[in-house]
């Protein structure tokens, strides 16, 4: 007869932990109606494990029936503490329990009962009728039910990784036998559950305790024989807490059960349902696995990749490799410049090939096929990959299919840098992430045990090889692929050498600057301790609330949890009411300046004098690049002490100057293209200035002349602020006017520009009807919440849907200029260099003998990059430093 195994499972608690479990991907895990799928796909993958694992005759799955319990009832704050459920899980729990009831497993909920109780009442009588039993939760409060017949694993990670929970174990962790867990959290309390304990025993002291008397109650009958302390006073006084708590503790084993043991026998999966649930989810890759034809082609799982070791007596073996050939250089740090490299892989079609031993990596035979552009390879993340041989010498070439920027392109939402993670967002889970293997933070390391090393390695080369045609066809499918041939991958090397060029950074002008901003600080310092009448910590928002709000009395705008609010918009709206709110705005802004970019620069400057930031290609969901190590797209413009900063990059010789050109207004040129406005096109096309033009309407002026500069700014603040589906009340707070007077100025602009207007109105209505949005050359963005029932949530989704189009089409053109300016200057033999992207500008180091080529070559490269209705304008300038580019 076989032995009967009873599975409990923890509803809420692995619902909670398979959603923050891949909440990273939440945006991926939505389904054709909108629906967020990612708690559903975790806890199946972890439920499938788990009854592989267990093999169990019954299972019953429990749920919480609601907030109120009879705990609520003993005392109301009862898990008080915890933040609201996330909409994006909520909305899944009714398909959760279509789930189960397709996969053939019983669920349940008691009211006025938690789902803990549930499963210690059926654990006990599954124990007095003979069954062991299996608990899983992410609760270990759960491991007070251990016993010899009753085991309790409890996630560690995610919902995959558990521990085991027996008496012996128990005692091992905690020196206490299960049943003493209550009195544990009697003493102690609980922050989750939020029941109070006793004042300042926390769980070193009760574990103590208990060691010495047992449990409460015998502490209680002996609280006289402790020697007098606070802790024996807080003990005396907190009695009553103490024993409030452990009854909120113990979890109930003779709830009222309408369920019964019978009612939880496991027959299976309902396929025919399971199969009606996959396709309402879009879980192509379940599908698969119950061999249902879907259309789409998944990479099946297979065992971990076999590998053979390489070293310098058998690179011979790397003859026998075919093309595409998949290659990966390990790097453990984010910063590819300085990275030590760990180890590499090179492989194709089950042949695995694996070293630590970077220096293989310059003996002919490997670099000769890593430099050969005849041979085709995959990669994972091209422009990292490409530095990284660089560093040794090695100019990689025949790179045909990246892994990482084809996912990108796929779903911009998708912006992990992991291998693993990545994968998994393609159904594809033979290869884990790098943090499962390596671990995180400081304690990121390669593993001791070497083979595990390499498994990851070879496992990590197989998964771009698999996923290599998937991928490919869905770009395809997309008409994404010249997206990816023509300009991603293009520009992945484009970006590498311009990363590998640097920029040359004066030292000295920093340090200089340095000195006199920490002047200007002191200055302003005191001239708020003046103003004030008294010295205080000005970086402390507790202490310059009370120094403007009590002492000064300046009128109260917005209060939080712990006080007045000092946020830069707060003290904006401050500023006519003492001149101390124009001092700690400037010694703010200064502060930010010496801190991050004075400080931060002279840091981040390598042996060479030289900066060499990172561009991130697959961040943004609108496709524009993002500059790290250092960010040299954020320095500040607008202030003169950020543009000062600009002193300090110079060109590398001393006879070349730096030379800049940016595009002018190119979002709005964009949108003047895409939404066939013929007002907004005669504008451009008779090079009037747009903002003026805008003014013009929404102040009712007949002459160009007439427009103030504060009225083209208010105009140009709603010029762009239409590009970003701005709302009246959005206007009126950023240019400092009535929500009726912005609602005025926006009908007017629809009235100047109506087609903008029908075209805003289609592209949500796009959005809403096929769930993405595309720029012009068909980089697409997915709006999962452009359904949500939650207002904000919908409302930014339909901002995002006008302003995607827009945003990423100006990027989609400058990344063009900058692959066939990297070619005209190759064309041209030019000596000059293109170092930097900062939005819409691209900036370059040469001679000065060729400025005068720049200045007709670059422009005419970066208006003719697409073929707009309007034309493309680019602005340019020269100088012996950033700084005097534009000054």
Excluded: C
């Excluded at 867990?181 to 926390?202: A, E, R, W």
């Amino acid at each position: 007869m076989t032995a009967k195994k009873l599975l409990l499972i923890d509803g809420n608690s692995l619902m909670f932990r398979a959603f923050f479990a891949l909440h990273n991907a939440l945006d991926h895990f939505t389904n054709h109606d909108g629906l967020h799928t990612n708690a559903i796909y975790a806890f199946k993958n972890m439920l499938e494990t788990v009854i592989k694992q267990e093999q169990p005759t019954h299972i019953l799955v429990a749920f919480d029936a609601g907030k109120t319990t009879f705990r609520t009832v003993k005392y109301a704050n009862y898990k008080g503490g915890r933040a609201k459920m996330p909409s994006e899980l909520a909305e899944q729990l009714p398909y959760m329990r279509e789930f189960l009831d397709s996969y053939g497993i019983k669920w349940y909920e008691l009211k006025d009962y938690e789902a803990d109780d549930i499963i210690g009442t059926l654990a006990k009588e599954a124990e007095a009728v003979g069954f062991s039993t299996t608990i899983v939760t992410g609760d270990r409060d759960l491991t007070q039910l251990t016993t010899t017949k009753t085991t309790v694993q409890v996630t560690v990670k995610g919902v995959n990784q558990l521990e085991t929970y027996t008496p012996a174990h128990v005692k091992a962790k905690l020196g206490i036998e299960p049943g003493q867990i209550v009195d544990l959290k009697g003493l102690m309390g609980d922050t989750s559950d939020n029941y109070p304990g006793v004042t300042k025993v926390g769980e070193k002291t009760a574990l103590k305790l208990l060691t010495q008397f047992d449990s409460i109650d015998n502490l209680y009958a002996h609280i006289d024989e402790l020697k007098q302390s606070k802790m024996k006073e807080n003990l005396i006084n907190d009695k009553d807490q103490a024993y409030m708590s452990r009854d909120l503790a113990r979890i109930r084993t003779d709830a009222p059960l309408k369920v019964q043991l019978d009612d939880t026998i496991y027959h299976g999966p309902d396929q025919a349902k399971l199969i009606e649930f996959y396709k309402a989810m879009d879980f192509n890759a379940f599908l698969a696995q119950l061999d249902v034809t879907t259309g789409t082609a998944t990479p099946q799982m297979q065992n971990n990749a076999m590998y053979t070791l390489l070293n310098g007596d058998n690179l011979d073996v790397l003859q026998q490799l075919k093309q595409p050939i998949s290659l990966i250089i390990e790097m453990l740090d984010d910063n590819y410049h300085t990275a030590t490299l760990d180890g590499f892989v090179l492989g194709s079609e089950g042949h695995w090939y694996v070293s630590n031993d970077i220096s293989l990596l310059q003996e002919p035979t490997i670099k000769s096929l890593l430099t050969d552009a005849a041979i085709k390879k995959s990669v994972f993340d091209l422009k990292r990959t490409y530095v990284a041989l660089n560093r040794l010498d090695i100019k990689l070439a025949g790179v045909d299919f990246d892994l990482l920027l084809a996912s990108y392109l796929l779903n911009t939402n998708n912006n992990s840098n992991d291998l693993g993670e990545i994968a998994r967002l393609h159904d594809y889970t033979q290869v884990e992430t790098d943090e499962a293997v390596y671990g995180k933070g400081a304690k990121r390391q390669i593993p001791a045990d070497q083979k595990l090393f390499f498994t990851h390695l070879a496992n990590k080369a197989r998964a771009i090889t698999d996923l290599r045609l998937p991928l490919s066809d869905q770009l395809k499918q997309h008409a994404q692929w010249d997206l990816f041939i023509d300009l991603e991958m293009p520009l992945a090397i484009v970006l590498a050498d311009m990363e590998i060029a640097g920029i040359t950074v004066d030292a000295q002008r920093l340090t200089t600057m340095q000195g006199e901003f920490k002047q200007r600080l002191a200055q302003i310092q005191k001239n708020i301790y003046e103003i004030a009448g008294t010295e205080f910590n000005i970086n402390s928002p507790k202490q310059l609330s009370e120094i403007l709000f009590e002492k000064l009395q300046l009128p109260v705008i917005k209060k939080t949890k712990t006080g007045y609010s000092t946020s830069v918009d707060v003290l904006e709206k401050l500023r006519s009411a003492s001149p101390i709110i124009d001092e700690i705005l400037n010694y703010r802004q200064i502060s930010k300046i010496q801190s991050t970019y004075v400080e931060g620069l002279l840091k981040q400057i390598h042996p060479d004098h030289k900066v060499h930031t990172r561009y991130l290609q697959t961040l943004t969901q609108t496709g524009r690049l993002s500059s790290v190590d250092p960010n040299l797209q954020n320095i500040p413009a607008r202030l003169e002490e950020g543009r000062q900063i600009r002193q300090a990059f110079i060109p590398r010789h001393k006879d070349w100057e730096i030379f800049s050109s940016d595009y002018s207004q190119v979002e709005l040129r964009v949108l003047a293209h895409i939404s066939g406005d013929e007002n907004m096109q005669a504008a451009f096309r008779e090079n009037r200035d747009i903002h003026a033009n805008t003014a013009m309407k929404i102040f009712g002026l007949d002459r160009p002349e007439q427009v103030t500069p504060n009225m083209r700014r208010q105009a140009k603040a709603t010029n762009f602020g239409i590009v970003y589906g701005i709302s009246d009340y959005g206007l009126s707070q950023n240019i400092g006017i009535t929500r009726k007077q912005a609602k005025q100025f926006i009908e007017a602009y629809f009235e100047q520009y109506p087609k903008v207007k029908t075209w805003t109105e289609a592209i949500v209505q796009t959005a809403r009807e096929q769930g993405y949005v595309e720029t012009l050359l068909h980089r697409r963005r997915y709006l999962p919440d452009i359904h949500s029932k939650n207002f904000n949530l919908r409302s930014f989704a339909e901002r995002t849907a006008m302003n995607t189009p827009i945003q990423g089409s100006a990027a989609d053109i400058i990344k063009i200029a900058m692959i066939q300016m990297a070619q005209k200057l190759k064309a041209e033999k030019l000596q000059a260099t293109m170092l930097l992207q900062v939005h819409d500008e691209l900036i370059f180091e040469a001679p000065k003998s060729e400025l005068p080529i720049l200045e007709k070559l670059v422009p005419s490269v970066m208006d003719s990059a697409i073929q707009l209705d309007v034309p493309l304008k680019v602005d340019s300038g020269h100088g012996a430093t950033w700084y005097d580019v534009k000054a």
